[in-house]
């Protein structure tokens, strides 16, 4: 994707990958744009935008949210639901990318195990805006590392908000990868990777 925001980093295996969904759009699609040359078909919703900057073949853009259940409206819908419209709900080995600017919490919290295990990739920013929500932040990572493992992540805006009791800043990217099928041995880098770890120039 665009180096600095809007860049996600997933591991170069797409083998048997056919379907990815992309929530959180704005103008910058070169993260969908990648998969969509990798013959992946990618399901788009972002409710703030009138339409995507360009399209593709591969492209499957939609006016639309995602959230809990509790707060579905016209523009608002939940990851199951809109898998099942798409005809999805059985599918496996998956990519889920999200990028909601704090929408993701509610959204993964009431989330089966079984619908996230249907996704070999996810890529979230997580939004850390309210020391009062630490325990729901808490419940949504212990969730995920059930059943995926992280294997990158990059803390940034530091210098914008002041950190939940010294431990969170203000916006975490991680990727994960499913645990099933994989292993994992220790790993002592430093992160974030340097190579992968872009700012836009200041004017």
């Known amino acids: 994707g665009k180096k ?4 996600y980093v997933l591991l170069d295996d797409f083998e048997n990958i056919k379907i990815a969904y992309s929530f959180g759009i704005s103008t910058m ?15 788009m919703y972002d409710h703030t935008i009138n339409s995507l900057p360009y399209n593709n073949p591969k492209f499957h853009w939609s006016k639309i949210g995602i959230c809990a259940s509790n707060e579905t409206t016209q523009d608002l819908k939940t990851l199951e639901e809109l898998m099942k ?8 080995n998956m990519i889920l990318k999200i990028d909601v600017e704090g929408a993701e919490w509610s959204s993964l919290n009431e989330l089966s195990e079984d619908i996230l295990r249907q996704f070999k990739y996810i890529a979230i920013e997580y939004h850390f805006l309210e020391s009062s929500k630490e325990e ?13 493992q992280a294997f990158y992540l990059r803390c940034h ?8 009791r010294n431990r969170i800043c203000k916006f975490l990217e991680v990727s994960y990868i499913i645990r ?17 770890d872009h700012t836009e120039p200041k004017e």
Do not use: T
């Open 4 to 7: 600095s925001d809007g860049c």
């Open 29 to 43: 699609i070169q993260f969908d744009d990648e998969l969509a040359k990798r013959g992946i078909d990618v399901y």
């Open 85 to 92: 419209e798409n005809g999805h709900i059985s599918e496996k």
């Open 136 to 148: 729901l932040y808490y419940n949504v990572i212990k969730k995920m590392h059930k059943s995926h």
């Open 157 to 164: 805006g530091r210098e914008e908000i002041s950190q939940i």
């Open 180 to 196: 099933e099928g994989n292993k994992f041995d220790k790993d002592d880098s430093i992160y974030p990777i340097f190579e992968f």
